[in-house]
């Protein structure tokens, strides 16, 4: 799963499929308060599947609980951690002392105030990385498919687990770098296209009728924008607006579609490797931990930002959005995620470093389909399990099954177990503000290994620059179940993983539409209140020491 973010252009006639992290519809927020913070409302009220956050302050504080703070992991991008809506929500490291360059409490990182880098060095910081298929085929070609074809054969033999894993690598490399090509080459040629369909437009809105009565086309650049045009006539993105503000979104979506596929010829070239030189670790040495900076932003907090804002960003100024658990937690930056694919290195050690700084919970809305050091972070995941610690996995956003398409890291080493290996990690789903279309479009899903849906479109949070966005993903419906767990266990902080997963999934509002029953082990869409609800009565003793109970079947409602 990139962590870059793409232009939400609809032109169905081109056949086009955003499968990552999306820019989500052109609103302005100004005009909608009801849709900002549309994720957080009672669905028993409005019928619409929110999270009932609120309701969950309410009851917990009516049973006399006072709440602790959470810290929370976001294993990501990066943060801008001078956000007016998450600077007073940022963890800070009681043990360090700012800016004098000594590592204060002897942890092995230097000055690290808010959290830690994992993907800089001396010399600065990754930005655009290889995807990880393109890291496989280029360690693996020349073992697999070298010169020597004897020898070829008997490394296949003696290696089948690593050339099988190569030969899947290889062909999503074919797949996926040809693809972002010609995404690049043909969103290029339709920004060259837009002064040809706005001076179609003459002035006029984007309409059916506009369209219809412009003249036949007297070239075929002419005719290329006009079928444009035509298509994105239909999108609401697009239908009715003038002229003049068709221009200035189409320049801005081409710009953003432009800049995601650009980097392609980095992230898909077989001898790029920005590692070395910038980060400056021994990569294939796994027990190394030690490396990186503090540079808590990097040079894209975007995705990170908007994240963290989900958990914990508060109202500032005008802005009204604020995060799920924005009373009760902190957020702890580590940055292990560039744009491409996270190294399994720095998922093992970003898992490690938050869980040893205090992190009771931590996002990951990152994945990809191969992971050549998978053994590694499933280490650290048992290490998270051992500490008590809650991991929150992005489903991911290829609109796939995770049975047939893994994203890893995942928590099942192999699909067929029955459980997971683990007990501490919930993977989520995202779900709309539509209950018709209750699972997003593009969500992965799977009734075994997806455990609940949480909201994930059109979701309104802090991005870099002091702004604000809406963003799509399965990566922005995980931050919404951290944000849940925390409230749980800040004002029940002997909560196991294991039991706020459980209070979870058998509270979630069903939902049976279009077979959204058989997307998630839950069924439905997580409610705080009721989870509230469940744990306190099933696990909860008012006491250090919770109630310890077996998973019952189902939950009335």
Do not use: C
Request: proline share 4%; aromatic share 10%.
């Amino acid at each position: 799963m990139k962590k870059v973010l793409l232009a939400a252009v609809f032109l169905t006639g081109f056949g086009f499929s955003f499968a990552q992290e999306s820019k989500a519809k052109s609103i302005d927020p100004n005009e909608d308060k009801n849709l900002m913070m549309w994720y957080h409302k009672d669905f028993a009220t409005s019928k619409t599947y929110g999270v009932n956050t609120e309701n969950a302050y309410k009851y917990l504080e009516s049973k006399g609980l006072k709440p602790k703070t959470v810290i929370v992991g976001v294993l990501d991008s990066g943060v801008q951690v001078d956000h007016p809506g998450l600077v007073k929500n940022m963890w800070t490291n009681p043990n360090e002392i700012p800016g004098n360059g000594k590592d204060d409490d002897g942890n092995g990182y230097i000055d690290d105030i808010h959290g830690w880098n994992f993907i800089g060095g001396k010399n600065g910081d990754v930005d655009i990385d290889n995807m990880e298929v393109t890291r496989v085929v280029a360690k693996y070609k020349p073992v697999f498919e070298g010169d020597d074809s004897a020898k070829n054969k008997a490394n296949q033999a003696k290696m089948p687990e690593d050339f099988e894993m190569y030969m899947k690598a290889k062909d999503l490399f074919t797949k996926k770098s040809v693809e972002a090509q010609q995404n690049f080459r043909t969103y290029s040629m339709i920004n060259e296209l837009i002064p040809n369909m706005v001076k179609l437009l003459a002035g006029k809105p984007v309409t059916t009728e506009t369209i219809s009565a412009i003249k036949k086309p007297t070239d075929q650049k002419e005719a290329i924008a006009l079928e444009v045009l035509g298509n994105i006539s239909q999108s609401p993105d697009f239908k009715g607006k003038s002229s003049a503000e068709f221009e200035t979104r189409m320049k801005k979506d081409m710009k953003e579609a432009i800049d995601h596929f650009a980097p392609a010829a980095k992230q898909y070239d077989l001898s790029y490797d920005p590692r070395k030189e910038i980060v400056g670790d021994n990569y294939d040495d796994y027990s190394e931990k030690n490396y990186g900076n503090n540079h808590y932003e990097g040079p894209d907090a975007e995705h990170g930002t908007h994240v963290s804002g989900i958990i914990a960003g508060l109202p500032q100024g005008k802005e009204i959005q604020h995060g799920i658990a924005s009373r009760v937690a902190k957020i702890m930056t580590v940055r292990a995620v560039p744009n491409g694919d996270e190294r399994d290195k720095d998922v093992a050690n970003a898992i490690r470093y938050a869980v040893d700084n205090g992190a009771k919970i931590l996002n990951m809305s990152f994945g990809k389909p191969v992971s050549p050091g998978k053994n590694v972070v499933w280490d650290a995941f048992k290490y998270a399990e051992d500490k008590g610690v809650l991991l929150v996995k992005a489903a991911g956003n290829e609109n796939e099954d995770v049975a047939e398409h893994l994203a890893y890291p995942t928590n099942y080493k192999n699909v067929n177990d029955e459980k997971p290996f683990v007990n501490n990690v919930v993977v989520v789903g995202a779900s709309t503000n539509d209950n018709n279309a209750l699972r997003a479009n593009f969500s992965n899903f799977n009734k075994k290994m997806v455990d609940v849906f949480a909201p994930g479109e059109r979701i309104y949070s802090t991005v870099k620059g002091s702004k604000y966005e809406y963003l799509d993903g399965t990566s922005m419906a995980s931050p919404v179940v951290s944000g849940a767990a925390a409230v749980l266990l800040a004002y029940m902080p002997n909560l196991k993983p294991d039991q706020i997963i459980e209070s979870l999934k058998k509270s979630s509002n069903l939902s049976s539409a279009n077979g959204f029953t058989d997307f998630s082990a839950a069924g439905g869409v997580i409610d705080v209140k009721k989870a509230a609800e469940y744990a306190y009565n099933n696990f909860y003793n008012g006491s250090k020491t919770p109630v310890v109970k077996k998973a019952t079947k189902a939950v009335k409602k």
